[in-house]
């Protein structure tokens, strides 16, 4: 096996005449919890959307485990292991709490397509579902429905349905956006507890999120790579404090 | 001893274990009621109301629920669902006319017709989203009112007329009034155990899935769009078997049938009663055939009435007559 799980080549995406992303190469190591941050328009979230196959790249190419998944659809990927979270809070709202962690695990047992038996065949996977909504500590919640859950535990959801695929790449879309400082704290000691196994990508405006858990940085500027590294190394790069932290130091001041 | 442990590893002790809430007991209970009273009215309904308006009720009622199974369960709006409801009609009342098939073949003759012609239409049609959808949906259904029109064998504009309704499996002759309409009865009930099944299948809670957010059904790994057309398979083919249901009984398949305000009706009926409900389309269809019926006297003015019904309904109660008796009764299915 291969040190790096995910690898993107000259990735290119235009729209119309814009380039969104320029010619980015970037190596996800196995086992850690890699940061793409960037002051906005950087093309973060386009990078995000080309790793998780959502849009097609223009150019360039993407590796997973050295296959190349650059031509592949989204729930391909999420078959090999590659799965995503979404920047609003992506939960199925009128089911419970249960259901929603049971769809990442009905997969598995192949009857997804047959219209013809009984979900009540579902409730073998109440067990494992409460597992893993013990792991993130909604387990008495399990029969709430999910849009009733407060937006710091619709993430919590989220993840939980996510780690019920047991995906070896997870991707998350800026995780603790929109949240308040309690939540924040919540959902960076979930990820951080939860990376054991696994890699995980996260695009983040959060600098302190990113300071706690990450440990390799890649900064994007304007589609391209402008720094990578250990947060202690980027953070004291010029050209990005220039670039990020210079323009946005009371953000910074505010999200720390 | 032996016994208890079996009872420990029973499934549904599991789910007392975890606590079930008391709005799904209470749910169960009205859902009870409500197939009871289903049943019960199947089996009186001949001896208190016309047969024949009864036979039109239930035909529409597993129409719309055969729609609501799109449009409360996936969350697609068809635009086109005449096409498969009198496009079966013609089809069937062709097979049982022309080529001599008995009733049961000859509607089964009609629901693969709509089957395959779900997947055609289906197959264009799921490539888009939201109101496109809806368009592609229409644009086809109207392909199939022109050659309903046109082609040689439908009758042009007077209909297919003179279907015969045969004998049943050879020997009950459905041209006795209650004959056919316990026939009626039991292809009704049979098509609507059919849907509650998928609804509440594996596949159906990943429909549910695909409704609230499509996106994450995505990135959890189904491949949502061969769900979606197996859903329109599904519920094209249970309208085929409305229309041809339909076709048998009054021995006559009709241009309105396949007439794009079919399609309008059925999304009507089915918002009426309350979509993404199990028994809503079934209420819905039931008020709105009743009140063509009650206000035949009126002419025209029954669009009107209509009209202005669902316009009270999408501004009054957004769930349907069944979507807001749930809520009032504070379940989450009925």
Same mark, same amino acid.
């Given at each position: 096996?291969?040190?790096?799980?995910?690898?993107?080549?000259?990735?290119?995406?235009?729209?119309?005449?814009?380039?969104?992303?320029?010619?980015?190469?970037?190596?996800?190591?196995?086992?850690?919890?890699?940061?793409?941050?960037?002051?906005?328009?950087?093309?973060?979230?386009?990078?995000?959307?080309?790793?998780?196959?959502?849009?097609?790249?223009?150019?360039?190419?993407?590796?997973?485990?050295?296959?190349?998944?650059?031509?592949?659809? *989204?729930?391909?990927?999420?078959?090999?292991?590659?799965?995503?979270?979404? +920047?609003?809070?992506?939960?199925?709202?009128?089911?419970?709490?249960?259901?929603?962690?049971?769809?990442?695990?009905?997969?598995?047992?192949?009857?997804?397509?047959?219209?013809?038996?009984?979900?009540?065949?579902?409730?073998?996977?109440?067990?494992?579902?409460?597992?893993?909504?013990?792991?993130?500590?909604?387990?008495?919640?399990?029969?709430?429905?999910?849009?009733?859950?407060?937006?710091?535990?619709?993430?919590?959801?989220?993840?939980?349905?996510?780690?019920?695929?047991? *995906?070896?790449?997870?991707?998350?879309?800026?995780?603790?956006?929109?949240?308040?400082?309690?939540?924040?704290?919540?959902?960076?000691?979930?990820?951080?507890?939860?990376?054991?196994?696994?890699?995980?990508?996260?695009?983040?405006?959060?600098?302190? @999120? @990113?300071?706690?858990?990450?440990?390799?940085?890649?900064?994007?500027?304007?589609?391209? @790579?402008?720094?990578?590294?250990?947060?202690?190394?980027?953070?004291?790069? *010029?050209? @990005?404090?220039?670039?990020?932290?210079?323009?946005?130091?009371?953000? +910074?001041?505010?999200?720390? | 001893?032996?016994?208890?442990?079996?009872?420990?590893?029973?499934?549904?002790?599991?789910?007392?274990?975890?606590?079930?809430?008391?709005?799904?007991?209470?749910?169960?209970?009205?859902?009870?009621?409500?197939?009871? #009273?289903?049943?019960?009215?199947?089996?009186?309904?001949? #001896?208190?109301?016309?047969?024949? =308006?009864?036979?039109?009720?239930?035909?529409?009622?597993? =129409?719309?629920?055969? !729609?609501?199974?799109?449009?409360?369960?996936?969350?697609?709006?068809?635009?086109?669902?005449?096409?498969?409801?009198?496009?079966?009609?013609?089809? #069937?009342?062709?097979?049982?006319?022309?080529?001599? =098939?008995?009733?049961?073949?000859?509607? /089964?003759?009609?629901?693969?017709?709509?089957? #395959?012609?779900?997947?055609?239409?289906?197959?264009?049609?799921?490539?888009?989203?939201?109101?496109?959808?809806?368009?592609?949906?229409?644009?086809?259904?109207?392909?199939?009112?022109?050659?309903?029109?046109?082609?040689?064998?439908?009758?042009?504009?007077?209909?297919?007329?003179?279907?015969?309704?045969?004998?049943?499996?050879?020997?009950?002759?459905?041209?006795?009034?209650?004959?056919?309409?316990?026939?009626?009865?039991?292809? =009704?009930?049979?098509?609507?155990?059919?849907?509650?099944?998928?609804?509440?299948?594996?596949?159906?809670?990943?429909?549910?899935?695909?409704?609230?957010?499509?996106?994450?059904?995505?990135?959890?790994?189904?491949?949502?769009?061969?769900?979606?057309?197996?859903?329109?398979?599904?519920?094209? /083919?249970?309208?085929?078997?409305?229309?041809?249901?339909?076709?048998?009984?009054?021995?006559?398949?009709?241009?309105?049938? /396949?007439?794009?305000?079919?399609?309008?009706?059925?999304?009507?009926?089915?918002?009426?009663?309350?979509?993404?409900?199990?028994?809503?389309?079934?209420?819905?269809? !039931?008020?709105?055939?009743?009140?063509?019926? /009650?206000?035949?006297?009126?002419?025209?003015?029954?669009?009107?009435?209509?009209?202005?019904?669902?316009?009270?309904?999408?501004?009054?109660?957004?769930?349907?007559?069944?979507?807001?008796?749930?809520?009032?009764?504070?379940?989450?299915?009925?």
């Amino acid at each position: 096996m291969n040190d790096t799980i995910l690898e993107a080549r000259n990735l290119t995406k235009n729209f119309g005449g814009f380039v969104a992303v320029n010619g980015v190469d970037l190596r996800i190591k196995r086992g850690s919890i890699h940061a793409i941050i960037g002051p906005n328009g950087a093309g973060k979230t386009t990078m995000f959307n080309l790793l998780t196959k959502f849009i097609t790249p223009s150019s360039g190419k993407i590796l997973f485990n050295d296959t190349d998944i650059t031509n592949k659809k *989204p729930a391909e990927i999420a078959n090999m292991g590659v799965v995503r979270s979404f +920047q609003i809070s992506a939960v199925f709202p009128h089911l419970t709490v249960l259901e929603n962690v049971r769809l990442a695990l009905q997969r598995g047992l192949g009857v997804s397509y047959h219209f013809w038996r009984s979900k009540a065949m579902l409730h073998n996977l109440d067990a494992q579902a409460m597992a893993q909504l013990e792991r993130v500590g909604l387990a008495d919640y399990a029969q709430l429905r999910a849009v009733e859950l407060p937006y710091g535990r619709k993430r919590a959801l989220e993840i939980a349905t996510t780690l019920g695929l047991e *995906p070896e790449l997870m991707l998350l879309d800026e995780p603790t956006q929109g949240m308040g400082t309690e939540d924040v704290g919540t959902v960076t000691d979930l990820i951080g507890r939860v990376r054991e196994g696994r890699t995980i990508v996260m695009v983040e405006h959060n600098l302190g @999120v @990113v300071a706690h858990l990450a440990d390799t940085i890649t900064v994007l500027a304007r589609g391209e @790579v402008l720094a990578e590294g250990p947060y202690e190394v980027v953070s004291k790069n *010029p050209q @990005v404090m220039e670039a990020y932290m210079g323009v946005s130091a009371e953000e +910074q001041e505010e999200t720390v | 001893m032996q016994e208890m442990s079996n009872t420990t590893t029973d499934i549904g002790e599991f789910e007392e274990n975890t606590g079930e809430p008391e709005h799904r007991t209470r749910s169960r209970i009205w859902q009870g009621i409500f197939w009871v #009273a289903l049943i019960g009215f199947l089996l009186i309904a001949p #001896a208190l109301l016309y047969p024949v =308006f009864v036979m039109q009720l239930l035909c529409f009622a597993l =129409f719309a629920a055969a !729609f609501n199974l799109l449009i409360g369960f996936t969350g697609l709006l068809s635009f086109g669902h005449a096409a498969f409801f009198g496009g079966a009609a013609y089809i #069937a009342g062709h097979a049982l006319k022309v080529w001599g =098939f008995p009733p049961l073949l000859g509607i /089964a003759t009609g629901t693969l017709f709509a089957a #395959a012609l779900g997947w055609a239409v289906g197959s264009l049609a799921i490539r888009r989203q939201g109101i496109y959808f809806a368009m592609i949906t229409l644009a086809l259904a109207q392909i199939v009112y022109f050659l309903v029109l046109q082609l040689p064998f439908t009758g042009g504009e007077d209909g297919l007329q003179g279907i015969p309704r045969g004998h049943l499996l050879g020997f009950i002759d459905l041209n006795q009034p209650l004959a056919m309409y316990y026939t009626v009865a039991a292809i =009704f009930l049979i098509g609507f155990l059919v849907i509650y099944r998928i609804i509440h299948s594996p596949f159906g809670q990943v429909l549910l899935a695909i409704r609230e957010n499509e996106p994450r059904a995505l990135s959890l790994g189904y491949n949502v769009d061969r769900f979606k057309l197996l859903a329109f398979v599904l519920s094209a /083919a249970l309208a085929g078997l409305a229309g041809s249901t339909k076709a048998l009984v009054f021995q006559f398949a009709s241009l309105t049938d /396949a007439h794009w305000q079919m399609s309008g009706e059925v999304i009507l009926m089915t918002l009426l009663g309350g979509m993404g409900t199990i028994f809503g389309p079934v209420v819905g269809a !039931f008020v709105v055939v009743a009140l063509q019926h /009650a206000l035949s006297g009126i002419g025209s003015w029954v669009q009107v009435v209509i009209g202005g019904t669902f316009i009270a309904c999408v501004l009054l109660f957004r769930r349907g007559i069944v979507g807001e008796l749930a809520r009032l009764l504070k379940i989450n299915s009925l």
